[in-house]
């Protein structure tokens, strides 16, 4: 810490180097920061492991997951065909009718994997149908040869058994469907004729919200001017990429009304508190060359960024202004700036390098945004120190710094003598309340569906919910809630079985002579021949892509989330682990004793057990974005009680009343994070929310156990050493 007061006393006599090397640098920095793209991803906080990326990939490669749905819905079904007609003139790419070829595609490729498509009863009927053998190659016979039923050639072939009926949404899966919807006239209708359904197919995927924004504002404009002539019918849009860009526009909306908002709090607090206008410039300075830190660093390392990382960043105000704060409010008790930086400079910097330390251990996750916002995070206090160590100090007033006092009665009465055994009692019950409610309360910790993180309108709500009820999977049997592989293994294994009991070469050999009895060539269903004499494996981890495409529509959701459950867990243990070793050596180290390192680094751990019993109560849990809170607590609670153990070390060994000084900066700091997270809590946007309120909850315990339990602590230490 010497060297860094004698680079102070350097620059104090060569003041022009300092500020010419500074704007210099300053200059290139903002230079790099312009080159940054940003987009609005909420997937971007999803796990990117080889596994789960390669799920995202069977995902975004889905038609229904780049496929906008257009529905018509009025009172008067006879209004719709036109409303459909007149959108299909507009956009002739649009799918308005049965896809007759998409439906033969998708026969040939059930054909090709039968198994995976038979169910229980479709064995009782193979049983039938091998017993009839003649009457049923007869029927298929009457089929081919009936006018317009040409285009079943390859289906017969396939499936001379007829197990699969010949009807779009036969498999299994789709036989609940034909009772819903109806397409019987040329146009797609749900069964009450309420609805009506046109398709459009963005080649931007799902989740491309710039493109897909452009994409979708033509479309919308197309739906109201349809509504304008067929005034009778509803036309809305709705599908993936129409809800990532509602979710692109949300969280825009939302970063930008955060920013502002809390930056006008925060600059309303500090003319309250810093009566001297210089000062809050110098605050706004230290601030302001941190973020360009910030983004230069993410322009440099990454090719684009999510702007909910910046959004997230608004909380990051609330530490980076820790460092101006102490070193101003100190000013006010000290003779010189030079004896100000001396002061602090060892908290400051102990202080720096464990915050910092706490974000760097976001950049090893799988998560891209928890990276980025590691990064950003890291290299933006990095940055504010670096102003207010090198450059703040020569900008100090040289009189005393002007502050209101922040009048909070119990911390006073707390910092001048309240009892310690009154704060002995209160920590206890609030202590053992919340390890009995963390105990017995088994609510999950951790929120692992993606959906609970998406932002979609009231209107669109209410539309995925009245289609998800006619949707085949409401009336499937209860294998339908285990995942999809699972239900294809075990009609694998019912089609290994069957033909194990029953003689494949022999089965083949009648289908032959009875193909030729019937008046077929002896060859015609080799095809099914192949199927039954091949044999069929069971589906893994690596089958996503076949899974995918033999489940069309109900994507592995379930194996999905239990990968977002144990990575959500693992890098919460992850964060917690590596965030806590950091924190507390280099607190032992900056006090040079296990003792009083730990004293320092007990607050955070009171600290976790109160918020975990708040979350419990409150119904409140862990989910892809607020997972970050363990970054926020180590970051900013180490911070804080670096600097009471300080305070109140100095009372002991002086017996000067230091703490209350100590105390007043923390409070503005805290008061500052509150603020910004504040503004998160009004965010409409789950996942923005999200990281609001249980943010607000963990720094909230955090100011209190930091006042409240390195007192306690250390007058035990005390006591015990006059004993």
Not at 58 to 65: F, G, H, I, K, R
Not at 241 to 265: E, F, H, W, Y
Not at 531 to 552: C, E, G, Y
């Amino acid at each position: 810490m010497n060297a860094l007061i004698r680079i102070y006393d350097f620059f104090s006599t060569r003041r022009i180097w300092l500020w010419g090397g500074m704007v210099a640098l300053t200059v290139v920095l903002i230079a790099i920061a312009c080159t940054i793209r940003f987009h609005e991803d909420i997937f971007d906080f999803l796990p990117q492991d080889e596994e789960y990326a390669e799920s995202m990939r069977v995902y975004a490669s889905l038609s229904e997951a780049s496929r906008i749905v257009v529905l018509f819905e009025s009172d008067c079904p006879d209004s719709i065909p036109p409303a459909i007609d007149a959108f299909a003139e507009a956009c002739p790419n649009a799918i308005t009718e049965p896809d007759v070829d998409a439906f033969l595609a998708r026969l040939d490729f059930i054909y090709q994997h039968l198994p995976y498509f038979l169910t229980d009863s479709d064995y009782v009927r193979m049983d039938s149908a091998l017993a009839n053998l003649p009457q049923v190659l007869a029927l298929d016979k009457q089929i081919l040869t009936t006018p317009g039923t040409s285009f079943l050639r390859n289906s017969i072939a396939s499936d001379p058994l007829r197990l699969i009926p010949f009807s779009y949404g036969a498999a299994g899966q789709y036989a609940a469907a034909q009772s819903n919807f109806d397409a019987s006239d040329g146009y797609m209708m749900t069964a009450d004729h309420r609805f009506g359904f046109a398709f459009y197919d963005s080649p931007y995927g799902s989740t491309e919200s710039a493109n897909n924004a452009h994409l979708v504002d033509s479309l919308q404009a197309v739906c109201e001017a349809i509504q304008g002539q067929h005034t009778a019918v509803s036309v809305r849009l709705l599908g993936a990429p129409v809800v990532a860009v509602t979710n692109a526009r949300r969280i825009k909306k939302d970063t930008l009304i955060a920013i502002c908002l809390s930056l006008l709090l925060i600059v309303a607090l500090l003319l309250y508190t810093f009566p001297r206008k210089r000062d809050i410039a110098l605050i706004v300075l230290s601030i302001s060359f941190g973020w360009i830190v910030g983004i230069a660093a993410l322009a440099l390392l990454t090719d684009d960024v999510s702007l909910i990382v910046l959004g997230i960043g608004s909380i990051l105000l609330g530490i980076s202004a820790n460092y101006p704060l102490h070193l101003l409010v100190h000013r006010r008790y000290t003779n010189s700036a030079r004896q100000t930086l001396q002061e602090v400079v060892s908290p400051l910097v102990i202080g720096n390098i464990t915050t910092v330390g706490a974000f760097l251990a976001l950049i090893p996750l799988h998560a891209t945004a928890l990276r980025q916002l590691g990064i950003f995070a890291s290299f933006n206090l990095i940055g504010t120190l670096f102003f207010c160590v090198f450059c703040l100090p020569h900008l100090l007033s040289t009189t005393p710094s002007v502050i209101r006092e922040i009048r909070l009665p119990f911390l006073k009465q707390q910092s001048e003598g309240l009892s310690v055994k009154v704060l002995t009692a209160i920590v206890a019950v609030v202590l053992i309340g919340s390890v009995a409610v963390t105990c017995f309360c088994h609510r999950p910790l951790f929120d692992s569906d993606i959906s609970h993180l998406n932002y979609m309108t009231g209107q669109q709500r209410a539309d995925f919910a009245y289609f998800e009820s006619l949707s085949p999977a409401s009336d499937q049997p209860a294998y339908m809630v285990n995942t999809a592989r699972e239900e294809l293994n075990r009609r694998v294994d019912l089609w290994t079985a069957y033909w194990q009991k029953h003689d494949a070469e022999e089965t083949a050999s009648a289908l032959r002579s009875q193909a030729v009895a019937s008046g077929f060539r002896e060859q015609t269903f080799d095809p099914f021949i192949r199927t039954i004499s091949s044999p069929v494996r069971r589906l893994d981890l690596s089958d996503d892509v076949l899974l995918a495409q033999l489940w069309p529509g109900r994507f592995d959701t379930a194996a999905m989330n239990r990968r977002i459950t144990g990575s959500l867990s693992d890098s919460f243990n992850y964060l917690g682990m590596v965030c806590s070793l950091i924190v507390l050596v280099f607190l032992c180290l900056s006090f040079r004793s296990i003792v009083i390192g730990l004293v320092a680094f007990l607050p955070m751990v009171f600290s976790w057990v109160v918020i975990f019993a708040l979350m419990q109560l409150l119904g409140l849990q862990f989910n892809l974005v607020n997972v970050i809170l363990a970054t926020f607590i180590f970051g900013q609670g180490d911070d804080y009680t670096i600097f009471i153990v300080e305070g109140l070390i100095y009372e002991y060994r002086t017996g000067k009343k230091m703490l209350w000084q100590y105390q007043q900066s923390i409070l503005l700091s805290a008061l500052i994070m509150l603020l910004a997270i504040g503004v998160l809590v009004v965010a409409v946007h789950p996942a923005i929310y999200s990281l609001g309120i249980v943010t607000l909850i963990g720094m909230l315990s955090v100011v209190v156990m930091a006042f409240v339990i390195p007192r306690i602590l250390l007058h035990l230490l005390v006591k015990i050493a006059y004993l």
